[in-house]
């Protein structure tokens, strides 16, 4: 057990800088491998690629985009803020047909707004080009927080 253990310290002035990688020093599987030859610019079909159409009713899409505008228009009369950033919009549906439905909340159960702010969404949803029917359905679970605001609204009420 006499065997010391020794650090050995080098000093250098510079490094060599590590090799690049470049495609064109790859060698190729033969041909008769099956395999297909590794081109220069392997990601030239995936940007030509267009992207694939979205339908109305899902996000991204023209009618749901235009009920979240909508959506964006209705201020809760006590805050400042849109009743979409400040979280109260659970859910927004849009069928085939034009049929949406949205799934929202109050702030509290005894919100004054509480039976008209339904009304007004419904009222304003539908008035969304391409929307045929508009319903609202008002829950309570989960109960609204404020942690469930966007950042803007956060930002926009000093909780930021």
């Not at 060698?27 to 339908?55: H, I, M």
């Not at 235009?66 to 109260?88: C, F, M, Q, S, T």
């Not at 659970?90 to 034009?98: E, I, L, P, R």
């Not at 707004?113 to 029917?133: D, H, K, Q, Y």
Request: aromatic content about 4%; charged content about 30%; hydrophobic content about 40%.
């Amino acid at each position: 057990m006499d065997e010391t253990r020794r650090i050995a310290v080098e000093e250098v002035d510079t490094v060599d800088a590590p090799r690049k990688a470049r495609v064109d020093e790859v060698v190729d599987a033969p041909a008769d491998a099956g395999a297909e030859p590794r081109r220069r610019d392997y990601l030239e079909g995936f940007l030509a690629q267009k992207p694939e159409p979205v339908s109305a009713g899902e996000p991204g899409g023209a009618i749901y985009d235009a009920v979240i505008a909508a959506l964006k228009e209705i201020y809760d009369p006590e805050i400042p803020v849109n009743i979409y950033d400040l979280g109260l919009i659970y859910g927004v549906d849009v069928t085939a047909d034009g049929h949406v439905a949205v799934t929202m909340t109050l702030t509290t159960p005894h919100c004054p707004v509480a039976e008209s702010m339904p009304a007004e969404v419904e009222l304003r949803v539908g008035a969304v080009p391409g929307v045929g029917t508009a319903e609202v359905n008002l829950i309570w679970d989960p109960p609204w927080d404020p942690q469930k605001m966007s950042d803007e609204a956060k930002l926009e009420l000093g909780m930021l």
